[in-house]
């Protein structure tokens, strides 16, 4: 037999970055244990909608782990108790029932509140316009092993590469700093010779803009690695901090 709970939902409820916000609350009967996350914020929304309601507005997109579009603060902690997942691969299994759930949208000055879960994440596009590309002339494309790497650092590369701009190191971080977020996408080139010819330009690119829409220092707590769904290092922050520093002496 289907194992089924029942919740009381506390969501925030705001209508735009300048409205003041409030929780309001709600219950759910016969959630099955087997969906997802997202698929009991459907079950609400129908809910609410059959209520005559205005439904919880929320991000999603590919619900496979990919898009990072889900980002939610449930109970106290980015994507909720399970680590290494996002939201949207959340299962209900890791909630008992009778339980009451809280879920807030990312709580940070970079992010301002669009609607109700849903935030505004365009800063991180900002920052990857700012310099996390190759704008080299790359000519055809090469075969595979074509040029030889270490596989230390292709295995570093690809592991920095599986940031998925989800926002959750920006929402735990107490200073509300965008360093993992950024140091993930300046790794991934910096450790390929792809990436070299434009890396002293593009930690500084990136860092700048980074400060210049709001968000705060790094001071280390490592915060940001624990709620990471995709496990992205801090060691690339200190990969980071090198090369600005390399690109400012060069200067």
């Known amino acids: 037999m289907e194992n089924t709970i029942n919740l009381t939902l506390k969501v925030w409820r705001q209508n735009g970055a300048k409205d003041k916000g409030r929780f309001e609350t709600y219950s759910l009967e016969n959630i099955s244990t087997d969906s997802s996350f997202l698929e009991m914020m459907d079950v609400l929304n129908e809910q609410l909608i059959?209520?005559?309601?205005?439904?919880?507005?929320?991000?999603?997109?590919?619900?496979?782990?990919?898009?990072?579009m889900c980002s939610l603060y449930i109970n106290g902690r980015p994507h909720g108790p399970d680590d290494d997942v996002t939201t949207c691969q959340l299962h209900m299994r890791k909630f008992k029932n009778g339980e009451t759930i809280t879920i807030e949208p990312w709580r940070s000055a970079g992010f301002p509140v669009i609607k109700d879960l849903i935030v505004n994440r365009s800063a991180f596009d900002q920052i990857i316009a700012a310099g996390g590309y190759t704008s080299v002339s790359t000519g055809g494309v090469p075969d595979a092993n074509a040029i030889p790497i270490p596989k230390p650092d292709a295995d570093e590369a690809m592991d920095a590469a599986s940031c998925i701009g989800c926002g959750a190191c920006v929402a735990t971080c107490k200073n509300g700093s965008a360093m993992l977020?950024?140091?993930?996408?300046v790794s991934h080139l910096a450790l390929l010779p792809q990436g070299k010819v434009e890396a002293a330009r593009r930690a500084k690119n990136?860092?700048?803009?980074?400060?210049?829409?709001?968000?705060?220092?790094?001071?280390?707590?490592g915060a940001c690695e624990v709620e990471c769904p995709k496990g992205v290092s801090i060691s690339n922050i200190a990969r980071l901090n090198r090369e600005f520093l390399k690109a400012k002496l060069a200067d």
């Open 181 to 185: 977020f950024v140091s993930a996408k």
């Open 50 to 68: 059959g209520e005559g309601k205005e439904p919880v507005a929320f991000d999603h997109d590919c619900r496979e782990g990919i898009c990072g």
């Open 206 to 221: 990136m860092v700048a803009k980074m400060d210049e829409l709001g968000f705060g220092n790094c001071t280390n707590t």
